[in-house]
């Protein structure tokens, strides 16, 4: 029992090692696990049989002697469907292990409206088309959403989703059940599976404390703590959006406060700060505006200054919370946060304590806006990644 | 090796059970750490030749049979040295395994002035007096020291003590030169240990999420996510007194900035606000504010709403943040909290997420002013229940 154990732990974290980082020689993970070659080579083996991975040799090492076989990730063979509820639209994606995307379906979401059966509508829809377009020989081992709202992780119950106006829907069942794949569909937020995106393969490789801003209608946050995403006793944590940072004059806020984080530099403090008229949104409004910074306008670049400041606040005051590594920018902050840089960078520096702040990074996401979705296809593999030697395949 | 680290383990386990839960039989041990009888009783055996616990036969237990033998803490041998260096009081005190604290030395210290010599004098003079009044059979195991500042965990370095304008002061190295006993000083942030102490000993037993607050001149915080203190990358983290929640008008902070959550609920903040003179400070004029609001004068009631309302959205903030399971008011929060208590609600219900907020407690600390002389009894005590049966006793 303690033998079986101690091989499903290593060949756990043998498949984690080249689904995160690619093809690896077997000598390389037998360095990078402390374990013997003989030990390794029985690892790759047992994968290779269940279909996880393929081993060839290495094209010319350069090298005399034998060379070390190379272990890569089954991608071709091994996937999961990844999906994404933004506010601006609704992806699908094929993944496979070692985390390419193989193919992807992508609809505008409306902002106002589509309930529950329409987005997962559109949603199993393209989960069965990405399904069927798939070789016969695939496998697909799992299924993940991420969703702009605040979901019960158990059972992928969207608890609060502020934008849809949904409440309590049981969004991660019902999109399994329209699948028909039989398989459970694993929802996690977008803040926290963008921060765990970019944790495992983007801005963040190798750090154990880290701090993800997602922008879009309002801002989330998702936190990594010693390495784990904090979750909080109910899995509702990283609420940086609600933070009070403007009690005396602050604009009113979707949760039905005011002066909240993403009330003073979500997507409409921007644009009425830019002066825009209240029909315009999304991604296009403000990337409007930041070209018009970018070409020296002042009003705009006043109203990147003005959120700036704001936002600086927030990361301040999480930077003192946190003491991390790094803090990335992702969603429409993407675009948002190169304007309001030397606002950040100025709140930081009035506002966190000198020693809180020594080593601190601030980034733009590396996964841009496939952040939220490579965390969705995360959370699939994540039964795989476990229990790699008893998952069907 | 793994079987002597899997006894290493278990022997760590079983200590820590009655160190913290006080005597307790060997089939109740057995219970709670899944182990057969033969085992618990080999590792009691093991654990009493070192004289870390004793065991004794249960008076009468009115059941029939062979009782199980009862195996308590050895208090009366196994020791450690606790300091607290805390903005009004020098405490040292001599604490059994067990946690029973067996003798103590306390002193007033003066807010301005004391350095580093006249510091460590003292605690030192007190501790050399604890040890030497020890049994000659007792053994002192650990020293620990809590500090109102922030200190680089892996040397006690005082990186920032802002009440007594200390910058990288060798605060853990120098006590332990001037005790003489040839032991480390283990030291920690002040309200980091009062957290760890509610968590181990107080209100918060037993929970995963838990956030202390401590108030004295300023405001201090300990989270514990998922079990474990947040440090961040340094050592640093939790650093909720510097969170700006008033960016208007904020009254100054010592670290320079303004607005800052300890700016507007510390001492003075209280103080001014029930219109106090400036020369008074401290825990006295604290309570007499909080004694004149319990007999109903006006003044001193809006002086702990008006700052109760700034607590409020700090704590509101945290909770967004960290959803836990409990908020603890520590030091002179303990005081202040009772007064203020309908505003700290009023804003949790106006700015927490409704799921977020749906089982959250607030309590006083349970261990009162102990709580930072128990964690660092707690801090001091952690080398020998990771290893018991290879530290020295």
Redesign the interface.
């Given at each position: 029992m303690v033998q079986e154990e101690i091989r499903r732990r290593n060949a756990s974290t043998l498949l984690r090692h080249v689904h995160l980082d690619g093809p690896l020689c077997r000598a390389d993970l037998a360095a990078r696990m402390g374990l013997n070659r003989s030990t390794i080579r029985a690892l790759t083996t047992e994968l290779a049989r269940v279909g996880l991975v393929e081993e060839e040799s290495p094209s010319d090492t350069g090298r005399a002697g034998r060379p070390s076989l190379l272990v890569r990730p089954a991608s071709d063979r091994i996937y999961v469907l990844a999906f994404d509820v933004a506010v601006d639209r609704l992806v699908a994606a094929r993944v496979g292990l070692g985390g390419v995307i193989l193919d992807r379906r992508e609809a505008v979401r409306p902002r106002a409206g589509p309930d529950l059966p329409q987005v997962v509508e559109v949603l199993a829809r393209f989960g069965r088309q990405l399904h069927r377009a798939a070789p016969p020989s695939a496998t697909c081992v799992g299924v993940g959403a991420s969703y702009c709202g605040?979901i019960r992780p158990g059972d992928g119950m969207v608890?609060?989703g502020p934008d849809l106006g949904w409440v309590d829907q049981a969004f991660g069942a019902e999109l399994g059940r329209r699948l028909g794949l039989g398989l459970p569909v694993l929802v996690g937020n977008e803040a926290h599976l963008g921060a765990q995106a970019e944790h495992l393969r983007g801005a963040g490789v190798g750090l154990?404390?880290l701090i993800y801003l997602h922008g879009d209608v309002g801002v989330g946050?998702g936190?990594i703590?010693?390495g784990?995403l904090?979750?909080?006793?109910?899995?509702?944590?990283?609420?940086?959006g609600?933070?009070?940072?403007?009690?005396?004059?602050g604009r009113a806020c979707g949760?039905?406060?005011y002066g909240?984080l993403e009330a003073e530099v979500g997507e409409r403090a921007l644009l009425d700060a830019a002066g825009r008229p209240a029909e315009l949104f999304g991604r296009d409004a403000i990337r409007a505006v930041t070209d018009d910074a970018d070409r020296g306008d002042p009003a705009a670049r006043e109203a990147l200054r003005h959120v700036g400041d704001w936002l600086g606040?927030g990361v301040?005051?999480l930077i003192?919370?946190?003491?991390?590594?790094m803090v990335v920018f992702g969603g429409m902050l993407c675009d948002l946060y190169p304007g309001a840089a030397d606002q950040v960078r100025a709140r930081i520096a009035?506002?966190?304590?000198?020693?809180?702040r020594?080593?601190?990074k601030l980034r733009i996401a590396a996964l841009g806006d496939d952040a939220t979705l490579t965390g969705a296809a995360e959370l699939a593999f994540t039964p795989l990644l476990t229990n790699p030697l008893t998952t069907p395949t």
């Open positions: 605040m608890r609060f154990q404390n946050g936190i703590v010693g784990r904090l979750g909080g006793d109910g899995g509702y944590g990283c609420e940086v609600h933070m009070v940072v403007n009690p005396y004059d949760c039905g406060s909240c606040i301040a005051n003192n919370l946190f003491n991390p590594g009035r506002n966190v304590l000198p020693v809180a020594e080593h601190v």
